[in-house]
C-alpha cells in the first residue's frame, strides 16, 4: 500500500514509517498541513494517516479540504484529544476512523489495513465467504459447511467483522467500536467472552478454528487454511 | 468611605434638593399670583367706591362732599381714605393725609400718613367737571400682611425640605453603607484568604439579605469548586507518584540488568506501568470533561431501553464466563434526555466492578423503570459489597475498599459514575449492605425527552 503520513512530531512519524514500511508499505511523509494537502493531491495513496494537531492547515481542515476536493482516500485520524466531542468532530469532518494517542503500533496497523482494503462500495446485501463459512448479512444467517449455525446478534456482527476484513488483523477496540459502538475500555474481557462463544458455536463439529487469536493485537481470519 | 463620596447620599441628596427647588419654585408663582390678585381686588374695591361716590354727588362737588363726610362719620369703611380737592388745590372734604396726584388714574404705592405714622396706599384719582379731584385710596397694610405671610410660608418649606432631605440622604447613605460594609468585609476577608468567611445576614429578607445570600451561594459553589480541584491536584501527585517511582524503578532496573531476557522483562513491565498512568490521565480528562458539563451541549433524546439492554447482552458472556449470573429486568421504550455512550460508560464501570471485585456465584442485577416523570436504573449485586466503606464517598476520585487494593483498577470507575450521573441531573445513591447497589434516579431528563 502507498500510504502518507501526515504528522509534525518528527519521533513519532518516523516510527509511523519505519513500522509500516517493515509492512512492506511504502511511505511518504509530510510535517505541515499545506504541504501534506498538496502531496495528497499530486500523488496517489490507498490511505492517510493524519495527526489532528499541524502547523500549518490542522488535521480537521485537511481532511474537510480532502474531500472538498472529491479526493476519497481513506484517512485514519489520529490525536491526543480523547474527548468525546473530539472524536465526533474527527468523524464528522471525513476521517474515516479515528485512534487516540498513545497507541500500540499493532493497532494502527490493523486500522491502516482495514482502510486501505476497504472497498469503494460496500454491497450490505453480497455474502462474505471465508472457507467454508458464508454469511449472509442480509437475511442474518451464517452457515459451516452448508450447516446453519444460530448466532445471537452481537456474535453474528463480531463474525461478519472478522469476515469484513478477512486476511487482516481485526483488534479488540476495533471489535468494541464496530459492533458495540463502545468508545471506551471496559476493563471485563467482553469482546473475548463473544468471541469464545461464537467460536464455539461455529466450531461444533469442526476440527479446524478458522478465528486465530494474534496475541496482543486481535483476532485474524484466514481465506485459506 | 466618606458619605459625600456615597453614590446612595449624593442620590438622595440631589432629590431631596430637587423637591425643595421645586417647592422654591412654586412658592414664588403663587406669591405672585396672590399678589397680583390682591392689587386687583383692591384696585376694583376702590373703582366701585368711587364710581358710588359719584353716583351718590350726582349734582356735583358738593354732594360728593357730602357722601365723603357721611362715610367717615359712619367710619363704615376704615380701609378706606377719601379726599376731595378743588381746583386750586384745597381740600374740600376727607380725612385722608396724602398728596393728591395731579393727573387721574390708579397709584399703586402712594404714600400717606395715619396717627402720625407713614403708610403706603393704592389709589385712584378721578378728574371731576370744574378742577375738582377726588382721590380714593386702600391701605396696602393686608396685601403686605398676606405677601409677608406667604414668603415666610414657602421660605420655610424650602429651608425644611432642604434639610429633610439632606437628613434623609445621610440616613440612607449610612443604612447603604453599613448594609454594603459587611458584603465588603466578607469579600476583603476572603481576599485576605479566609475563605469560610460568609456575608452576614440581616434576616430581614430585604434587598440586601438576598443579594448577600446570592453572594453565599456563589461562595459555596466556588468552594466546592476549589475543594474539587484541590482535592485531584493532591489525589494526582499522590496516586501518580507511587506509579512514576514504580516505571522509574523498574527502567533502572533494566537499565542496570546484562541478561537479555531480565532486561526485555523489566521493560515489558515499564512499558505496562507507562499505559496505566496514561489510563489514569485519560480517566481524569474525561471526569474532568463531564463534570465541565460540556457533554450536555450534546444531549439529545435517547432510547434508555435499548441502551441499557445493549450493555448488559455485552456483559452477559463474560459475567456467565465467570461463575456469576445476570439478570436484566428491563422496561421497554424508556426515553431519556441524554448522552447514550456516557451512560453505556457508566453501566459499564459499574459492570466491570460486579465482575472485578465479587466472587464466584453472585448475582448481578440490572433493574430499569419509569414512574411518571422518574426513571429508576439500578445496578446491584449480593456480593460482599464494600464493608465498612459502602458510602457516598465512594464516588470520589482514588478511593478505593481496602479489599480491592490489590486488584487493578484506579479508584475512578464511580468518580466517573458520579460525574455522568450528576451530568444528567441524576441522584446517584450506593445502597446499603448486604450486596453493593448503585441506585439513580432521573427527574427532569426524563420530562425533557418527552417533550
Same mark, same amino acid.
Given at each position: ?53 499541524? =502547523? ?62 476497504? =472497498? ?106 | ?85 378743588? =381746583? ?22 402712594? =404714600? ?131 506509579p512514576l517511582t514504580r516505571l522509574l524503578n523498574r527502567l533502572d532496573d533494566a537499565m542496570h540488568e546484562r541478561c537479555a531476557t531480565r532486561q526485555h522483562t523489566a521493560i515489558a513491565a515499564a512499558a505496562h506501568e507507562a499505559a ?176
Open positions: 500500500m502507498r500510504i502518507l503520513i501526515v504528522e509534525d512530531d518528527a519521533d513519532t512519524s518516523r516510527y509511523i514509517a519505519r513500522s509500516l514500511m517493515e509492512l512492506g508499505h511504502q511511505v511518504a511523509s509530510s510535517s505541515d498541513g499545506r504541504d501534506a494537502l498538496f502531496q495528497a493531491t499530486e500523488g496517489t495513496f490507498d490511505a492517510m494517516v493524519i495527526d489532528r494537531m499541524l =502547523p500549518g492547515l490542522d488535521g480537521l481542515a485537511l481532511v474537510k479540504a480532502l474531500r472538498a476536493a472529491d479526493n476519497t482516500t481513506p484517512v485514519l485520524m489520529l490525536t491526543a484529544l480523547d474527548g468525546i466531542a473530539d472524536r465526533v468532530e474527527g468523524l464528522d469532518s471525513g476521517a474515516d476512523d479515528y485512534l487516540v494517542k498513545p497507541f500500540a503500533f499493532s493497532e494502527l496497523a490493523a486500522r491502516v489495513h482495514a482502510l486501505g482494503r476497504r =472497498p469503494a462500495t460496500t454491497s450490505e446485501q453480497a455474502h462474505l465467504c471465508v472457507g467454508d463459512i458464508v454469511l449472509d448479512p442480509y437475511r442474518r444467517a451464517v452457515t459451516r459447511g452448508g450447516h446453519k449455525v444460530a448466532l445471537q446478534p452481537r456474535e453474528f456482527a463480531v463474525l461478519a467483522e472478522l469476515m469484513r476484513h478477512a486476511g487482516r488483523i481485526v483488534t479488540r477496540t476495533m471489535l468494541l467500536e464496530r459492533v458495540w459502538d463502545f468508545h471506551f475500555d471496559p476493563r471485563t474481557n467482553i469482546v473475548e467472552t463473544h468471541v469464545s462463544r461464537l467460536r464455539s458455536k461455529l466450531n461444533a463439529g469442526f476440527d479446524r478454528d478458522p478465528i486465530e487469536t494474534v496475541r496482543g493485537a486481535g483476532y485474524l481470519m484466514r481465506d485459506a487454511p | 468611605m466618606t458619605l459625600a463620596r456615597s453614590a446612595t447620599f449624593r442620590l438622595v441628596a440631589l432629590v431631596g434638593l430637587g423637591f425643595a427647588l421645586a417647592t422654591l419654585a412654586i412658592g414664588i408663582i403663587a406669591f405672585e399670583a396672590t399678589h397680583e390678585a390682591l392689587e386687583l381686588q383692591l384696585d376694583h374695591r376702590i373703582a366701585i367706591e368711587t364710581q358710588a361716590l359719584l353716583d351718590e354727588g350726582s349734582d356735583g362737588p358738593e354732594g360728593i362732599a357730602a357722601a365723603i363726610r357721611r362715610r367717615e362719620a359712619a367710619s363704615t369703611s376704615a380701609s378706606l381714605g377719601y379726599r376731595l380737592v378743588g =381746583p386750586t388745590g384745597q381740600t374740600v372734604a376727607g380725612a385722608l393725609d396724602a398728596a393728591v396726584p395731579h393727573t387721574p388714574g390708579y397709584v399703586e404705592l402712594l =404714600p400717606y400718613s395715619a396717627h402720625g405714622e407713614q403708610r403706603i396706599a393704592q389709589s385712584l384719582t378721578t378728574a371731576l367737571p370744574g378742577g375738582y379731584r377726588l382721590l380714593v385710596a386702600a391701605d396696602r397694610g393686608a396685601i403686605d400682611a398676606m405677601d409677608q405671610g406667604l414668603l415666610g410660608l414657602f421660605l420655610g418649606a424650602f429651608g425644611a425640605l432642604l434639610i429633610l432631605g439632606i437628613a434623609a440622604a445621610w440616613a440612607v447613605g449610612a443604612v447603604t453603607h453599613r448594609r454594603l460594609a459587611r458584603i465588603d468585609q466578607t469579600a476583603r476577608a476572603i481576599i485576605g484568604g479566609d475563605f469560610s468567611r460568609r456575608v452576614v445576614l440581616s434576616g430581614k429578607g430585604d434587598e440586601f439579605d438576598r443579594v448577600g445570600e446570592t453572594i453565599n451561594l456563589m461562595l459555596d459553589r466556588i468552594g466546592k469548586l476549589m475543594e474539587n480541584l484541590r482535592q485531584v491536584s493532591s489525589d494526582v501527585a499522590h496516586d501518580l507518584r507511587t496505566e498512568l496514561l489510563e489514569v490521565f485519560s480517566a481524569l480528562l474525561r471526569i474532568a470533561e463531564v463534570e465541565g458539563l460540556a457533554a450536555q451541549a450534546r444531549f439529545q433524546r435517547i432510547d434508555l431501553s435499548h441502551a441499557v439492554s445493549d450493555v448488559a447482552e455485552a456483559f452477559r458472556p463474560a459475567i456467565e464466563a465467570g461463575g456469576r449470573q445476570l439478570f436484566a429486568d428491563i422496561e421497554p421504550d424508556v426515553a431519556l434526555h441524554g448522552d447514550r455512550r456516557l451512560l453505556q460508560q457508566m453501566l459499564t464501570n459499574l459492570l466491570d466492578n460486579a465482575v472485578q471485585h465479587t466472587p464466584k456465584g453472585t448475582v448481578v442485577r440490572i433493574r430499569l423503570r419509569q414512574s411518571g416523570d422518574v426513571i429508576r436504573l439500578a445496578v446491584v449485586d449480593d456480593g460482599p459489597g464494600a464493608g465498612e466503606n459502602q458510602g457516598q464517598g465512594l464516588f470520589d476520585r482514588f478511593v478505593r475498599v481496602d479489599r480491592s487494593r490489590s486488584s487493578p483498577g484506579h479508584g475512578l470507575g464511580l468518580a466517573m459514575v458520579s460525574a455522568i450521573a450528576a451530568a444528567h441531573a441524576a441522584d446517584a445513591r450506593i445502597s446499603p449492605p448486604p450486596g453493593f447497589g448503585v441506585h439513580f434516579a432521573f427527574t427532569g431528563s426524563a420530562e425533557r425527552a418527552a417533550l
